[in-house]
């Protein structure tokens, strides 16, 4: 069964960092390309960022570049988000998901882990 | 501010046949594929449709998708109650340089 699960959220306060981890299970980690998506409170989806299945492309959206990295650990199976100089906006749910294929779509998500930003 | 215009609601009873749409623009929509996600209260969001019009294995046949130059929509026919939550299209955005989500449709089953 395939399975995600993010860890590492929790409260910081404004122009701290965290780091996120996303460990996969039930199939081919390397195989597949991943995924961030986040929701902040009472707001829709939006994507964060996204890495191939070695880890040598990496995408951010422009609003986020620079602040953010993700990684991978294929060896350990997991996922990486670190994120740097947060912000009250910055506070959501975070979830890491798999790329379908070569689609830009995601097919098993985890349940998410809540990110904090605040004083 | 979503690139991708999606209506804020949606209803239907039990049984009836809905449709959402989803606005984009030749930066994304008109270039890209589109997916649909189903978000439902409390859980992770849901791979409904890829592709424009292709459903992964598992989800109903209830649910279709379908794309018209820089728009796309989704049907859900035979409405149940468990299909209330909320609905987001995506695609690829070249202004965006990465996914964009729309703004996400709130499906009320009365």
């Known amino acids: 069964e395939v399975q995600m699960l993010e860890s590492g959220g929790g409260l910081v306060q404004p122009g701290g960092s965290l780091r996120l981890s996303c460990a996969a299970s039930?199939?081919?980690?390397?195989?597949?390309?991943m995924t961030w998506v986040r929701q902040a409170p009472g707001k829709g989806l939006e994507w964060v960022s996204a890495?191939?299945?070695?880890?040598?492309?990496?995408y951010y959206p422009n609003s986020i570049k620079g602040r953010f990295t993700i990684s991978r650990d294929n060896s350990k199976n997991t996922l990486y988000l670190q994120m740097n100089g947060l912000r009250a906006e910055d506070t959501a749910v975070y979830y890491c998901?798999?790329?379908?294929?070569?689609?830009?779509?995601?097919?098993?998500w985890g349940p998410g882990t809540l990110v904090t930003a605040s004083s | 501010q979503s690139v991708l215009t999606q209506p804020p609601s949606a209803s239907g009873t039990p049984g009836q046949r809905v449709t959402m749409s989803c606005s984009g623009s030749?930066?994304?929509?008109?270039?890209?594929?589109v997916t649909w996600y189903q978000h439902l209260p409390g859980t992770a969001p849901k791979l409904l449709i890829f592709?424009?019009?292709q459903r992964p294995s598992g989800v109903p046949g209830r649910f279709s998708g379908s794309k018209s130059g820089t728009s796309a929509s989704l049907a859900i026919s035979g409405l149940q109650s468990d299909d209330e939550g909320e609905y987001y299209c995506?695609?690829?955005?070249?202004?965006?340089?990465?996914?964009?989500f729309g703004g996400g449709t709130k499906l009320t089953v009365l």
């Open positions: 998901a798999r790329r379908f294929s070569s689609y830009w779509a995601f097919d098993f």
């Open positions: 039930g199939f081919t980690f390397s195989s597949f390309a």
């Open positions: 890495i191939s299945e070695s880890g040598a492309g990496i």
């Open positions: 030749s930066s994304n929509i008109g270039s890209y594929t």
């Open positions: 592709n424009n019009n």
């Open positions: 995506t695609a690829w955005d070249d202004s965006l340089n990465g996914v964009m």
